[in-house]
């Protein structure tokens, strides 16, 4: 059959559409990974949004005006020309919206490779690393989908907690997380609700519901109440909307006794005009790169120290997640316009969606 590829206007990111292309084909030393299923999350907007900033564009340049957003999936090996890589592998990893994707393997041991394609090389290495995805390397495949929607947004959380402990919390006698119902944000609640801090949501009114019912938060507020928090406590902020309205309502609320602001993520991409952080009263808000401080603990814990944490903690959050988060499934490339202009606009947070080829 024939392939696809799925294409974002990087300048206005609701301008989008599907082309039919051609299978493509390998050179020596290449693999080519069928792209099975992918998750679709508010995480990925994200990647477009900062794509020019933070390199997202680069790692499967398009032409012209056009990117290609990445997106957490799971491959097929059809045809290899790499040594150690065999056709009807499956592997987890980081691809392109599309149909198929070509790789160079590079140092392939029996738990996966990384992509040594030359224009990915300057890239953060955390996302050029493929799993071979086997029940003895720990991968069930009823965990599939939550592998893709979850399982890069819940390292971001576990880090997130991890870089709080990692600085004794900068002082904080509580944590506010902006976009509360975000899938960052309550795995973020999650790992910190065995913390001595407290954790306050903020969130739309719309999603108050939501966010109360996960039973994550020691208090939730939507975001035109944050002048009734307690400004007299040492405070950081983590900031998963991106919205500088209300970063700068936080700001000037609690002002010097904000001792931390971390920027996360981009919910709140429409609203993206407002006051220049650094002019903001208290904490300097800072952009928060999970790969920073995943490397940080490499060297520290070693690679295998950080995924057994990782794992133990994961484990914990599966057992809970779909309480509280359904998984809807489409076909692509049929439905994936559909899928994409649900998740820009804003998803129900109760609702995760999962693309099949």
Same mark, same amino acid.
């Not at 041991?109 to 690393?129: C, I, K, M, S, T």
């Given at each position: 059959?024939?392939?696809?590829?799925?294409?974002?206007?990087?300048?206005?990111?609701?301008?989008?559409?599907?082309?039919?292309?051609?299978?493509?084909?390998?050179?020596?030393?290449?693999?080519?990974?069928?792209?099975?299923?992918?998750?679709?999350?508010?995480?990925?907007?994200? %990647?477009?949004?900062?794509?020019?900033?933070?390199?997202?564009?680069?790692?499967?340049?398009?032409?012209?005006?056009?990117?290609?957003?990445?997106?957490?999936?799971?491959?097929?090996?059809?045809?290899?020309?790499?040594?150690?890589?065999?056709?009807?592998?499956?592997? %987890?990893?980081?691809?392109?919206?599309?149909?198929?994707?070509?790789?160079?393997?590079?140092?392939?041991?029996?738990?996966?490779?990384?992509?040594?394609?030359?224009?990915?090389?300057?890239?953060?290495?955390?996302?050029?690393?493929?799993?071979?995805?086997? &029940?003895?390397?720990?991968? $069930?495949?009823?965990?599939?989908?939550?592998?893709?929607?979850?399982?890069?947004?819940?390292?971001?959380?576990?880090?997130?907690?991890?870089?709080?402990?990692?600085? #004794?919390?900068?002082?904080?006698?509580?944590?506010?997380?902006?976009?509360?119902?975000?899938?960052?944000?309550?795995?973020?609640?999650?790992?910190?609700? #065995?913390?001595?801090?407290?954790?306050?949501?903020?969130?739309?009114?719309?999603?108050?519901?939501?966010?109360?019912?996960?039973?994550?938060?020691?208090?939730?507020?939507?975001?035109? &109440?944050?002048?009734?928090?307690?400004?007299?406590?040492?405070?950081?902020?983590?900031?998963?909307?991106?919205?500088?309205?209300?970063?700068?309502?936080?700001?000037?609320?609690?002002?010097?006794?904000?001792?931390?602001?971390?920027?996360?993520?981009?919910?709140?991409?429409?609203?993206?005009?407002?006051?220049?952080?650094?002019?903001?009263?208290?904490?300097?808000?800072?952009?928060?790169?999970?790969?920073? $401080?995943?490397?940080?603990?490499?060297?520290?814990?070693?690679?295998?120290?950080?995924?057994?944490?990782?794992?133990?903690?994961?484990?914990?959050?599966?057992?809970?997640?779909?309480?509280?988060?359904?998984?809807?499934?489409?076909?692509?490339? #049929?439905?994936?316009?559909?899928?994409?202009?649900?998740?820009?606009?804003?998803?129900?947070?109760?609702?995760? %969606?999962?693309?099949?080829?």
């Amino acid at each position: 059959m024939p392939s696809y590829q799925f294409l974002v206007k990087r300048s206005d990111l609701a301008e989008c559409l599907v082309e039919a292309v051609p299978v493509p084909e390998i050179a020596p030393g290449e693999t080519l990974l069928r792209v099975d299923r992918f998750a679709l999350t508010a995480n990925n907007i994200t %990647y477009g949004v900062a794509g020019d900033a933070l390199g997202y564009w680069q790692f499967f340049p398009a032409e012209g005006e056009w990117g290609r957003i990445p997106v957490w999936g799971i491959g097929t090996v059809v045809a290899s020309n790499a040594e150690g890589i065999t056709a009807g592998e499956r592997y %987890y990893g980081y691809f392109p919206m599309a149909g198929h994707l070509v790789v160079t393997p590079g140092h392939a041991r029996p738990h996966g490779f990384a992509d040594q394609a030359a224009h990915r090389q300057e890239l953060a290495p955390v996302y050029n690393q493929y799993a071979r995805m086997t &029940e003895a390397l720990g991968f $069930q495949p009823r965990h599939d989908n939550h592998q893709m929607i979850y399982r890069p947004l819940f390292t971001t959380s576990f880090v997130l907690d991890d870089y709080f402990d990692d600085n #004794d919390c900068f002082g904080a006698g509580q944590i506010v997380l902006a976009s509360a119902s975000s899938k960052t944000a309550f795995g973020t609640a999650f790992m910190l609700r #065995d913390r001595p801090q407290k954790v306050i949501g903020l969130t739309s009114q719309t999603n108050r519901a939501f966010v109360e019912r996960l039973g994550l938060y020691d208090q939730v507020m939507t975001y035109d &109440e944050v002048t009734a928090l307690d400004a007299s406590a040492p405070t950081a902020y983590v900031d998963m909307s991106g919205n500088r309205g209300v970063l700068a309502a936080v700001h000037h609320h609690f002002e010097e006794n904000l001792v931390n602001s971390c920027s996360v993520g981009i919910t709140h991409h429409e609203a993206r005009e407002g006051a220049d952080p650094k002019s903001l009263p208290g904490a300097r808000p800072t952009m928060f790169f999970a790969p920073s $401080q995943i490397q940080k603990r490499h060297k520290e814990w070693g690679p295998a120290g950080f995924q057994q944490q990782l794992g133990v903690a994961w484990q914990a959050f599966l057992d809970e997640v779909d309480d509280w988060v359904d998984i809807v499934e489409s076909p692509t490339p #049929d439905r994936l316009g559909e899928v994409y202009a649900t998740v820009l606009n804003g998803p129900s947070p109760d609702k995760a %969606y999962v693309l099949k080829y």
